[in-house]
Nanobody, 124 residues
Framework: VQLQASGGGLVQAGGSLRLSCAASGPGSDTWYIGWFRQAPGKEREGVSC???????TYADDVKGRFTISRDNIENTIYLEMISLKPEDTGVYYC???????????????????WGQGTQVTVSS
């Protein structure tokens, strides 16, 4: 599975961004896709994930502000982010997890394949 993340940028607090993750490779349309972020000096944390049926999970601090979706025709996963806060700043990664073995969908160790990351910076 190959993943290509894009869409990051610089935005003011309260603004919005949409991240994209293009997935390719055999079976990639059936894998869990998760978004993770890593702020400077902090550990990588799970933000949201979606399975092939469209069932979603969100971290508590992004609920109501972030929306994950999946275009199964284009095999692209989106993360729509609104009401951005400075603490949302970080490098955002998309990753793929095996749907047959995943247990904790926002834990990075569950994910086998990772994209290159895209920087999101929210200024105050």
């Amino acid at each position: 599975v190959q993943l290509q993340a894009s869409g990051g940028g610089l935005v003011q607090a309260g603004g919005s961004l949409r991240l994209s993750c293009a997935a390719s490779g055999p079976g990639s349309d059936t894998w869990y896709i998760g978004w993770f972020r890593q702020a400077p000096g902090k550990e990588r944390e799970g933000v949201s994930c979606i399975n092939y049926e469209g069932v979603t999970t969100y971290a508590d601090d992004v609920k109501g502000r972030f929306t994950i979706s999946r275009d199964n025709i284009e095999n692209t996963i989106y993360l729509e982010m609104i009401s951005l806060k400075p603490e949302d700043t970080g490098v955002y990664y998309c990753a793929a997890a095996n749907p047959w073995t995943i247990v904790k969908s926002l834990e990075s160790y569950e994910y086998e394949y990772w994209g290159q990351g895209t920087q999101v910076t929210v200024s105050s």
